[in-house]
């Protein structure tokens, strides 16, 4: 996967390769890449503040159905869902980038299930413990906002067993860190973070600016959180 041109950012750490992007959906074209190249769905760990799994397409189908008629909502929505995902084709990422402008910044994670670049995935996040049909969401406790530690980890219970390196994507949104201190972590002390890093066939990030500046508990930029997350992964990568 060399092509960076549909990212801000790519960097190569160790062989170890980083994707950056701006507005979290856009990582959906990262992952098809990935599975062109692969022929295999992966299965998807994601660390944000936010439990970005609405269905595919869902706020474009909704407004679009109630501007039309708000009593058959329900059919509407369902029925400009299916239009939108049938005009994609998951090996053509030409198809997927030119429907980028009808996708929220949640909706990536089930519409990369539909199209079958991922088969499972674990969604940590500070928001919802929600129970679909498919994928697991993890609800981080209050005053472990923004933690990478092990006792994160294990609070929640992620389910690392069922976690297969060969298949792993590690993605990220930088909305998660509240505060510069959610990197001091101790590599010594702390090791699940750390073997996500190392198992995973790619990272992906996110800045989602609008939301980290809403969020964060400190005198603390974007580019700061960015390069302090891409610092810690270095570290990581290189020890």
């Known amino acids: 996967m060399s092509n960076c041109n549909l990212n801000p950012r790519c960097l190569n750490i160790g062989g170890k390769e980083i994707r ?12 098809g890449s990935l599975f062109q190249n692969r022929k295999q ?15 595919p397409f869902w706020l474009w189908a909704y407004q679009k159905a109630m501007a039309i008629d708000p009593d ?19 090996l053509d990422l030409d198809s997927v980038q030119r429907v980028m402008g009808q996708m929220r910044n949640d909706e990536h994670i089930n ?9 499972d995935y674990h969604m940590i996040n500070c928001m919802e413990k929600h129970v679909y049909s498919r994928g697991s969401h993890y609800l981080v406790p209050e005053n472990q906002f923004g933690s990478l530690e092990d006792t994160m980890f294990k609070n929640i219970e992620l389910p690392l067993e069922r976690i297969n390196a060969e298949e792993l994507i590690l993605d990220i949104d930088l909305d998660y860190f509240l505060r510069p201190e959610n990197f001091e972590l101790d590599l010594d002390q702390n090791s699940i973070f750390a073997d996500l890093v190392r198992q995973a066939q790619i990272i992906t990030v996110a800045r989602s600016k609008t939301y980290f500046d809403f969020l964060k508990t400190d005198t603390f930029t974007i580019e700061s959180c960015e390069e302090k997350l891409i610092g810690l992964l ?4 290189r020890k």
Not at 43 to 52: F, G, K, R
Request: zero cysteines; a negative charge; charged letters at 25%.
């Open 20 to 31: 950056v992007v701006d507005d979290h959906q856009y990582v959906l074209l990262i992952w």
């Open 41 to 55: 769905p992966m299965v998807l760990v994601s660390i944000d503040y936010h439990p970005d799994t609405n269905p």
């Open 72 to 90: 058959r909502e329900a059919e509407l929505v369902e029925k400009f869902q299916r239009r939108m995902l049938a005009a994609l084709e998951p």
């Open 111 to 119: 519409t990369a299930m539909e199209l079958g670049y991922l088969r």
């Open 234 to 237: 270095e570290k990581i990568i």
